[in-house]
Nanobody, 123 residues
Framework: QVQLVESGGGLVQAGGSLRLSCVASGSIFSINAMGWYRRAPGKQRELVATITYGGGNTNYADSVKGRFTISRDNAKNTVYLQMNSLKPEDTAVYYC????????????????WGQGTQVTVSS
């Protein structure tokens, strides 16, 4: 089993910054992609940003491009989301996701989710 634990959420004024962290632990042989998603009140969960194992490929939602930066530390099984120039519409629960291969002989990788961390941006 794999556990993902997010931290770094909170309340911030518009224009401010927050840095989210997510640490993966448990039965991990390798982690392929990691990413951040969010769910705002009354809306469906949406992709915020993803990053591949080597960090060479990143993908961002149009709404956060130029403001958010995703990065990862493979040695620590950790992914980060630096959020700058925050807007009230960024208010949501942010979820970490990791696609994990549990062992060298595993045929498949599986997707795991964290419990979420609340980000609230006041105007």
């Amino acid at each position: 089993q794999v556990q993902l634990v997010e931290s770094g959420g909170g309340l911030v004024q518009a224009g401010g910054s927050l840095r989210l962290s997510c640490v993966a632990s448990g039965s991990i042989f390798s982690i392929n992609a990691m990413g951040w998603y969010r769910r705002a009140p009354g809306k469906q969960r949406e992709l915020v940003a993803t990053i591949t194992y080597g960090g060479g490929n990143t993908n961002y939602a149009d709404s956060v491009k130029g403001r958010f930066t995703i990065s990862r530390d493979n040695a620590k099984n950790t992914v980060y989301l630096q959020m700058n120039s925050l807007k009230p519409e960024d208010t949501a629960v942010y979820y970490c996701n990791a696609v994990v291969k549990g062992s060298p002989l595993a045929a498949m990788s599986y997707s795991y989710w964290g419990q979420g961390t609340q980000v609230t941006v006041s105007s």
